[in-house]
């Protein structure tokens, strides 16, 4: 019987688990994604924010060589 969860987070690790190992490829596509960075901790910490633009793949293969 499947393990099931109704966290996301729970549910994002086992889709990764599941993938990895099975040349997978995972795509991630940024379109003025804005990330503020603390500097610090507690509420009046300084951030740093940044735009992401572009594409992340983190590819994964069972054995042998790479995929193309």
Same mark, same amino acid.
């Given at each position: ?22 040349? =997978? +490829? ?13 500097? %610090? *901790?507690? #509420?009046?910490?300084?951030? =740093? +924010? ?13 054995? %042998? *060589?790479? #995929?193309?």
């Amino acid at each position: 019987m499947p393990n099931h969860t109704n966290q996301w987070r729970d549910l994002l690790i086992g889709l990764y688990d599941n993938l990895m190992g099975h040349r =997978a +490829e995972l795509t991630y596509e940024f379109a003025n994604m804005h990330i503020k960075i603390p500097g %610090g *901790t507690g #509420p009046s910490a300084e951030h =740093a +924010e940044r735009v992401l633009h572009g594409t992340m793949k983190i590819r994964t293969w069972d054995t %042998g *060589t790479p #995929p193309n």
